[in-house]
T-cell receptor, first 113, second 112 residues
Framework: QQPVQSPQAVILREGEDAVINCSSSKALYSVHWYRQKHGEAPVFLMILLKGGEQKGHEKISASFNEKKQQSSLYLTASQLSYSGTYFCGTEMDSGGGADGLTFGKGTHLIIQP | NAGVTQTPKFQVLKTGQSMTLQCAQDMNHNSMYWYRQDPGMGLRLIYYSASEGTTDKGEVPNGYNVSRLNKREFSLRLESAAPSQTSVYFC???????????FGEGSRLTVL
């Protein structure tokens, strides 16, 4: 079942912060985050596994609330290079095997100078 | 340093024609996937192969077939193309379940 992302689109000024949310109605094993630039392939940002650990780098981080089956991606002090479409991908907690990721419809992030 | 390679990058078909999209990875990954991407729909899983010798249906498998030829190669076949299959197709691979996905550059298919 496709996870729901919000918001659908965000327009920011360089240096502002953004939060992108991803929620599922099913129990999750993992949540992935990817960024896609126009005309390019999606690029991996991070994975969060069941356990609620927050991961990330200095300015891009994410959290996973497994009780609520929700994940959030945090972009702080946004840079022009952060522009693109962000996708969350979820993997169900089905007990084993590779079921493949189910992606949300994406959040378009536009960073303006 | 190739990663995931897809061919062809562009293809135009007429309704009813068949074709095969090829995908190969050189990272010794176990799992491979085919996704399609349509405007406003995100990436939707067509088929995946958890390991060599196995294939399973994803969300939108109708009208497609796949073959995991060996550990490196995973092909996607359209037996009788329809305009609804106009899309950008991405092949991806990962080392293990819940592992990072590495995507190919995509194949843009237009069915007239």
């Amino acid at each position: 079942q496709q996870p729901v992302q919000s918001p659908q689109a965000v327009i920011l000024r360089e240096g502002e912060d953004a939060v992108i949310n991803c929620s599922s109605s099913k129990a999750l094993y993992s949540v992935h985050w990817y960024r896609q630039k126009h005309g390019e392939a999606p690029v991996f940002l991070m994975i969060l596994l069941k356990g609620g650990e927050q991961k990330g780098h200095e300015k891009i981080s994410a959290s996973f609330n497994e009780k609520k089956q929700q994940s959030s991606l945090y972009l702080t002090a946004s840079q022009l290079s952060y522009s693109g479409t962000y996708f969350c991908g979820t993997e169900m907690d089905s007990g084993g095997g590779a079921d493949g990721l189910t992606f949300g419809k994406g959040t378009h992030l536009i960073i303006q100078p | 340093n190739a990663g995931v390679t897809q061919t062809p990058k562009f293809q135009v078909l007429k309704t009813g024609q068949s074709m095969t999209l090829q995908c190969a990875q050189d990272m010794n990954h176990n799992s491979m996937y085919w996704y399609r991407q349509d405007p406003g729909m995100g990436l939707r899983l067509i088929y995946y192969s958890a390991s060599e010798g196995t294939t399973d249906k994803g969300e939108v498998p109708n009208g497609y077939n796949v073959s995991r030829l060996n550990k490196r190669e995973f092909s996607l076949r359209l037996e009788s193309a329809a305009p609804s299959q106009t899309s950008v197709y991405f092949c991806a691979s990962s080392r293990y379940r819940a592992g990072e996905l590495f995507f190919g550059e995509g194949s843009r298919l237009t069915v007239l």
